[in-house]
């Protein structure tokens, strides 16, 4: 299917690629501006060309050439002359563009110079300090480009945020639903054990029909881009996009253990088969069986028991305690949605959001909540159109009236008020003074040293008035690094302060995350899992908040929007005291 950023990504190729062979700086230009023009469209590039081919004409700087190569894309799903002009470079080269601090004009420079053509070969030249003394380089920029690889290494990873995995699996899973006698059909791997990000999907099916039809349906949905196997009763498929994807076809008296055995994770699994010794049983992804005998496997809950535990919930499943724990029978009682009561970070039209306050309200009771925090942003993010003190003393005055006319719900007057560089924050203690609840967060300065960054986040929770700091490390998944500051000495003081932290629930952030949120927890600091929505449809995205929560062990009482508005009330107001 043609997808703008798709063609977008192929036209800064092609510009990249020109710009490597030194082609006519007009021309590299067109395909760049073509990119910008494609990807700012708001309509899909294919529907437009079927729509009304001339539209393309009226685009900006799209000339009879660039015209029939959209066309071509949009017909072929690949354009000839980028073909070409890939073919026409080393393999690897292109990958080196990748890389954060290398233009196309340097990587034509290590390649006619050095003959780079790889991030390992690059790694290796600035290692052996072969960079400094090439035209406009020196030992700053060897460290540097070292850096840029171990970032470009951590970002691309081959792996997939969890939503875009469940986005890409759902209407499959619909599809495959539509399968004539099909029974069970459940996602397995880590997408069931909720980690962020991940590797291919793995699915089970049992089927009271034929598993060949199962199959078939499997490999020949429109979105399948390459069938990698296919046998009987399992097949591997990629997607486009890239997203592998696993079936397997299983005999519903296997159906638990297969479940079990494929959700892992690995290392759960090898725990799991040594205690299934212990008891003089054998397990594996057909059963658990005692001699040749088959004792359980036909539901997940039959295999546990039969190993003497009780169920253990897949977030947990990663040998990190949880075995233990079910045996003992002291497995937490993780937060569910049922029981958030409220989010404690949106956003409305005053700054950056969607919807007014009494939008948000109606929105956020519609999904069961008692409460919320509105949190717009503050002056220094003037891009949003934050809030300045006056502003925000209007703002203070409506929601306060709007909160005495709602029966069984609260509004706290917030606000996601900016660290500054300095570490004061960017509104006065007075109007501060007057809010019910206060999120403070960093945007901007955020290069600035461990030492810096940790001094800054620390002052912040030390500033009586600040109630929850959101996204405390500044991560996007995929696209950009945590900021340096010691989590450690963060936790510390929030313990020190009584002060919660943010779990961060947009799927791009999951910040906190689940390894900070376990740090967090065993410190006694409550985190609160908000959304940070700046309209209705990103307040559902507290599931995947919740999921971090739960594989970092949270119970209700751990999570600060489980408890009631009264409590979370009484909670500032004792540290005040
Ligand atoms: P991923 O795909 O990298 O995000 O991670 P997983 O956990 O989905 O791993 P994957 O797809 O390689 O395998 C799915 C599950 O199958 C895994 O969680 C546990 C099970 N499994 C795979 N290989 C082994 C193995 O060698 N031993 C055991 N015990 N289990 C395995
Ligand atoms: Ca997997
Ligand atoms: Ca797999
Ligand atoms: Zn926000």
């Known amino acids: 299917m043609p997808s703008n950023s798709e063609l977008a990504a192929i036209f800064n190729t092609i510009a990249d690629i020109l710009d490597i062979q030194g082609a006519n700086v007009f021309r590299v230009r067109a395909y760049r501006n073509a990119a910008r023009v494609v990807e700012q469209l708001s309509e899909p590039i294919g529907e437009l060309v079927v729509r009304d081919p001339k539209a393309l004409d009226r685009l900006p700087g799209i000339g009879k050439g660039l015209h029939e190569k959209i066309v071509e894309y949009c017909q072929r799903g690949t354009i000839t002359e980028y073909e070409e ?184 699994n090898v725990a799991l088969r040594s205690r299934a010794k212990e008891y003089g049983l054998k397990l594996s992804e057909y059963g658990v069986f005692r001699e040749e005998k088959m004792v359980a496997g036909r539901t997940e809950e039959e295999v546990y028991a039969a190993l003497e535990l009780p169920w253990i919930p897949p977030e947990l499943r990663e040998n990190r305690g949880e075995i233990e724990a079910a045996a003992m029978r002291a497995l937490p009682r993780l937060v569910e949605r049922g029981d958030i009561q409220g989010d404690m970070h949106v956003h409305t039209t005053a700054s950056d959001g969607a919807l007014d306050i009494r939008g948000m309200v109606k929105v956020a009771r519609a999904r069961g909540y008692r409460y919320l925090a509105i949190t717009d942003h503050s002056k220094a993010v003037a891009i949003a159109h934050g809030l300045d003190e006056q502003r925000l003393r209007a703002q203070i005055k409506e929601i306060r009236a709007i909160r005495r006319e709602l029966i069984d719900f609260d509004l706290f007057a917030g606000i996601e008020v900016d660290v500054l560089r300095d570490g004061s924050l960017d509104l006065s203690d007075e109007v501060l003074g007057e809010l019910d609840f206060v ?95 700046h309209c209705e449809l990103e307040l559902d995205n507290i599931r995947f908040g919740l999921t971090v929560a739960r594989r970092a062990w949270c119970t209700p009482d751990d999570v600060l929007n489980t408890w009631s508005a009264a409590k979370i009330r009484e909670w500032r107001a004792r540290r005040r005291r």
């Open 85 to 268: 002009l890939k073919g026409s470079l080393p393999a690897g080269l292109l990958e080196l563009l990748n890389i954060p601090s290398l233009g196309p004009k340097r990587v034509k420079l290590l390649y006619e110079t050095l003959g780079i053509t790889t991030v390992e070969a690059l790694e290796a030249a600035a290692l052996a300090g072969q960079l400094r003394g090439l035209p406009g380089m020196g030992e700053k920029s060897e460290a540097k480009i070292l850096k840029s690889i171990r970032e470009y290494r951590s970002l691309h990873t081959g792996r997939v945020q969890w939503a875009v995995a469940e986005a890409v699996l759902t209407p499959y899973l619909a599809h495959l639903r539509g399968v004539g006698g099909i029974r069970e059909l459940e996602p397995a791997g880590s997408y069931r054990r909720g980690r962020e990000t991940v590797g291919d999907l793995d699915v089970l099916a049992t089927t009271r029909g034929s598993p060949a039809d199962v199959i078939a349906a499997f490999t020949e949905y429109k979105e399948v881009k390459d069938v990698l196997a296919q046998g009987d009763t399992k097949a591997s498929v990629v997607l486009q996009g890239g997203l592998q994807v696993d079936l397997r076809v299983v005999p519903p008296g296997s159906f638990g253990a297969a479940l079990q055995y494929f959700t892992g994770s690995k290392e759960h």
């Open 439 to 533: 999120v403070a967060s960093l945007h901007f300065s955020t290069e600035l040293s461990e030492a810096e960054m940790t001094r800054r986040m620390i002052a912040a929770i030390e500033h009586p008035f600040v109630d929850c700091i959101a996204h405390p490390t500044g991560r996007l998944i995929g696209e950009r690094l945590p900021y340096a500051v010691d989590m450690n000495a963060v936790i510390e003081a929030a313990r020190a302060y009584h002060k919660a932290l943010e779990i961060n629930a947009s799927p791009h952030r999951l910040d906190l995350n689940e390894q900070h949120a376990d740090m967090a927890r065993r410190a006694g600091v409550p985190v609160c899992i908000n959304t940070d929505a």
